[in-house]
């Protein structure tokens, strides 16, 4: 480490340098990889979470009953304070519906605004769960392919129209920031997308469970906040799950400002019983929201870093893979183009000769399939270690072919 980077580091109130085990705690990300392979594939980050968090959880245990929980105000309080502070944009209680996490809420505004034979639009590629949970509800994909140009991603406005022109598209799942490109779609860009939705009367479902993680120099704009008729013409999906590292914990929103679109999704959620929070859920949010801000700040300083490591190394050491600039998440996408190799065979041999689990491209429709995604929310030295083997894999790979 350098004198520069430890002094930092050392000014810092939280260790996100601490290295967990985290082999055989039924982690979805660790327990199902082979021991000699690194995981850096699943969303959900390696470090702990904030101490605040730990304690409120121990506190609640200590407690020793554990009944059926109900939803305190302060849940909506954390969440309405939390817009405020961090987006300046108010949003009211009555807005707001707890959920058990954002693809049960996806699913279920699906089903309340969408018949057999209708179409969701996503914008591909894209986190691949959207695609399942519109298939899992009996309806078409459509998508509105992103473009990759000059190692940015756009959209094909052109392309967006033609699609939501389609009177079976209901609903467009808008990715904000987009899960795995990295965008942080500007606000000229929401615009644009949100008027034509609006012409052709599709309902934006916009997801935005990665808000709060963005990079230097980019900024989020909450889709509704843009102005009323979009306000109106949307449901939001957010939770801090991926902000806190708390995704086992269960516990998100959907805000609605649409007096008639709430109803309808409340209807699902209760059908489908999908309010109903575990306690420690509530208790991890609440605490989340209302105190640990200063973590994510010390987070977001630490992400930073990860993230211009794994650039330097990539440009010093692995030159034919190309980072498309990461303005939000800890999901890094690298076209692999230039290896002349599809993405799922290079998935696969990476675990095999580099010891190293990515997710392929082709996983988030069939234009990822130049890129791989790799997950840099861990402790440096393992995301040090992970680049290593990334390169070992490479290398070997080369020697094979
Ligand atoms: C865009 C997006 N939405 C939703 C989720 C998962 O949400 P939850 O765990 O609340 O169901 C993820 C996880 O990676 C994601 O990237």
Known sequence: MDIELAQENKAMKYDFDKIIDRKNTNSSKWDT??????????????????????KTIINK????VFGYPIVPEKFYDAEINWWKKRYNYHIKKEWISQVIGVVPSLSAIIQAFCQKGDKVLVQH?????????IQKNELEVATNDLIYENGRYRIDFEDFENKVKDEKVKLFILCNPHNPVGRVWDKDELRQMGELCIKHNVI?????IHRDLVYKNYKYTPFCSINEEFLQNSITCTAPSKTFNIAGLKASSIIVANENYKQKIDKVLNQNILSSINIFGIEAFITAYESCEDWLDELLIYLEKNKDYLISFIDKNLPKLKVVEPEATYLLWLDISKLNINSKLLAKKLEELGKLRIIPGLVYGENGD????????????????????????????????
């Open 33 to 54: 990889t082979k021991d000699e392979v690194l995981p850096m594939w699943v969303a959900d980050m390696d470090f702990e979470v904030a101490p605040k968090i730990i």
């Open 61 to 64: 245990a200590k407690h020793g």
């Open 125 to 133: 590629p894209v986190y691949h769960v959207f695609d399942a949970v």
């Open 204 to 208: 934006v479902l916009s997801d935005e």
């Open 370 to 401: 130049n890129f791989i995604r790799i997950n840099i929310a861990c402790p440096l030295e393992v995301l040090k270690d992970g680049l290593k083997r990334l390169e070992n894999g490479i290398k070997l790979l080369k020697y094979q072919t």
